[in-house]
T-cell receptor, first 116, second 111 residues
Framework: DTGVSQDPRHKITKRGQNVTFRCDPI?????LYWYRQTLGQGPEFLTY????????KSRLLSDRFSAERPKGSFSTLEIQRTEQGDSAMYLC??????????????FGSGTRLTVV | LAKTTQPISMDSYEGQEVNITCSHN???????ITWYQQFPSQGPRFIIQ???TKVTNEVASLFIPADRKSSTLSLPRVSLSDTAVYYC????????????FGTGTKLQVIP
């Protein structure tokens, strides 16, 4: 297992374009999370899935954002009509369900989005 | 959700022990305390988690007093490669889906 993979690592797009990011979690992890991180700030929660069900969405996730995890494996995060304020690092993490020491996040390296 | 407060930044010389304290005054009975490390252009990485007293692994130690309203991450003999941002998180009984990251503590190790 190579950990959590995110693709692409970098994306530059023009304002108004749509972008889609992909996340491949650790295979036995049934929970998958999307976070957004801007410069100098900690990661902000966007949404999470348990298997294919999207169980929680942050108010940060405007109607231009949509996330899917169709078969409970990989996930995609799409941003429609991108704005300059969407420029950030988008992080994906996966975990097993639980709260103890073995259930922490494993994060990917993120996708850095720049909207010009 | 328990809010956490950490120093914004710390400097340390190589070879010294570094202690980063986090306060979480409204921690709940079933909450765990967890620390993550983040290098530039990478996702955060789990370091250590504890509930009370002391936990030690190959990377760090975590000290939690009896009232659990604070915790201290201890990094022994830091090196330049320990320069990173360190986040203190409180994980509730609902699990990781409701975890909030603060701004963390930026540790700069000086040669």
């Amino acid at each position: 297992d190579t950990g959590v993979s995110q693709d692409p690592r970098h994306k530059i797009t023009k304002r108004g374009q749509n972008v889609t990011f992909r996340c491949d979690p650790i295979s036995e992890h049934n929970r998958l999370y999307w976070y957004r991180q801007t410069l100098g700030q900690g990661p902000e929660f966007l949404t999470y899935f348990q298997n294919e069900a999207q169980l929680e969405k942050s108010r940060l996730l405007s109607d231009r954002f949509s996330a899917e995890r169709p078969k409970g494996s990989f996930s995609t995060l799409e941003i429609q009509r991108t704005e300059q304020g969407d420029s950030a690092m988008y992080l994906c993490a996966s975990s097993l369900p639980g709260t103890g020491p073995y259930y922490g996040y494993t994060f990917g390296s993120g996708t850095r989005l720049t909207v010009v | 959700l328990a809010k956490t407060t950490q120093p914004i930044s710390m400097d340390s010389y190589e070879g010294q022990e570094v202690n980063i304290t986090c306060s979480h005054n409204n921690i709940a009975t079933n909450d765990y305390i967890t620390w993550y490390q983040q290098f530039p252009s990478q996702g955060p990485r789990f370091i250590i988690q504890g509930y009370k007293t002391k936990v030690t692994n190959e990377v760090a130690s975590l000290f939690i007093p009896a009232d659990r309203k604070s915790s201290t991450l201890s990094l022994p003999r830091v090196s330049l490669s320990d320069t990173a941002v360190y986040y203190c998180l409180v994980v509730g009984s609902g699990g990781y889906q409701k975890v909030t990251f603060g701004t963390g503590t930026k540790l700069q190790v000086i040669p």
